[in-house]
T-cell receptor, first 112, second 115 residues
């Protein structure tokens, strides 16, 4: 089955700098890649996703890049703010599959 | 605030005891997922439903867990005989449509501790 690896378990950046979280996946059939954020004491919530028909997607300060050849995708948070501090989870699945495989999370800390 | 309601938030059980968790999905969402998240934040998919029907489940769920999503009642996940390795956060998520290629809405989870 699909395996999703998140390369950074922790990441610390200075406020205003960019943060990049990298993930790789194993199943070439995977075609949908969402990202979720979990703030301390709260449930996961969806932040952004990308589908395999594009290689870049932006939503305000969030950019997702997808390299299907390398089976790699990444989340870029630009102009980081203190409220970006959280655990970020990447995930992957394919159309027709009913379950999503998650990475183990990256704890992002934004330093003042 | 999450609109997926999970109860209880915490439960403590002895080995061999039953442990039951409930989930009310977001209104109008026919698809429900259960995941187990361990202390290392790793997710394990357990089972998912569309309305009352099981779509997929793993071996462990089939053998040691019972789960259902009856109409007009909360979904539930029950461990028949708890083991120490079952200590984890159990997350319920719902989705407005079939197919995992869409946003999931998560509850806050039920944290199970098996002594």
């Amino acid at each position: 089955g699909e395996k999703v690896e998140q390369h950074e378990s922790t990441l610390s950046v200075r406020e205003g700098d960019s943060a990049v979280i990298n993930c790789t996946y194993t199943d070439t059939a995977s075609s949908y890649f969402p990202w979720y954020k979990q703030e301390a004491g709260k449930s996961l919530h969806f932040v952004i996703d990308i589908r395999s028909n594009v290689d870049r997607k932006q939503s305000q300060r969030l950019i997702v890049l997808l390299d299907k050849k390398a089976k790699r995708f990444s989340l870029h948070i630009t102009a980081t703010q203190p409220e970006d501090s959280a655990i970020y989870f990447c995930a992957a699945t394919n159309y027709g599959n009913e379950k999503i495989t998650f990475g183990a999370g990256t704890k992002l800390t934004i330093k003042p | 605030n999450s609109k997926v309601i999970q109860t209880p938030r915490y439960l403590v059980k002895g080995q061999g005891q039953k442990a039951k968790m409930r989930c009310i999905p977001e209104k109008g969402h026919p698809v429900v997922f259960w995941y187990q998240q361990n202390k290392n934040n790793e997710f394990k998919f357990l089972i998912n439903f569309q309305n009352q029907e099981v779509l997929q489940q793993i071996d462990m769920t089939e053998k040691r867990f019972s789960a259902e999503c009856p109409s007009n009642s909360p979904c539930s996940l029950e461990i028949q005989s708890s083991e120490a390795g079952d200590s984890a956060l159990y997350l319920c998520a719902s989705s407005p449509r079939l197919g995992a290629t869409g946003q999931l809405y998560f509850g806050e989870g039920s944290k199970l501790t098996v002594l």
